[in-house]
Nanobody, 115 residues
C-alpha cells in the first residue's frame, strides 16, 4: 500500500520557520511530480509548491521567496522549508505525489502560526 507520511508541523510564532517532510513508501519517488498543498478551515485545498521529477519547481505567489520545496530521491522524501511564516499560513499541509493516472495524498500535518 502506497503511503505518504508528513511530519514537521507544529505551532510557531509569526516570522518563524518550520520544515515539513514527506516520507514516501512503496513507490519510486523519482518518477513522480511532488507537491505540497494546504487547506485552511472553511477554505478549499490549494497548491503551495510543486517539484517535477526533473527538479523543476513551481510556487504560488503568496509563498515565493519564503518557502522552498526540495526532494531527495535517495531517501524517498520531499521537504518544504517554510521561512518568515505568517498567521495566514495556518492550515493543514498535505503532501501529494502524481504521475500519469496515479495520484496519492498524505494524511496532512497541522501548521499553526501565531501572531
Amino acid at each position: 500500500q502506497v503511503q505518504l507520511v508528513e511530519s514537521g508541523g507544529g505551532l510557531v510564532q509569526a516570522g518563524g520557520s518550520l520544515r515539513l517532510s514527506c516520507a514516501v513508501f512503496r513507490i519510486n519517488l523519482s518518477f513522480y511530480t511532488m507537491g505540497w498543498y494546504r487547506q485552511a478551515p472553511g477554505k478549499q485545498r490549494e497548491l503551495v509548491a510543486s517539484i517535477s521529477s526533473g527538479g523543476n519547481t513551481n510556487y504560488v505567489d503568496f509563498v515565493k521567496g519564503r518557502f522552498t520545496i526540495a526532494r531527495d530521491n535517495a531517501k524517498n522524501t520531499v521537504y518544504l522549508q517554510m521561512n518568515n511564516l505568517k498567521p495566514e499560513d495556518t492550515a493543514v499541509y498535505y503532501c501529494n505525489g502524481r504521475v500519469l493516472t496515479n495520484n496519492y495524498w498524505g494524511q496532512g500535518t497541522q501548521v499553526t502560526v501565531s501572531s
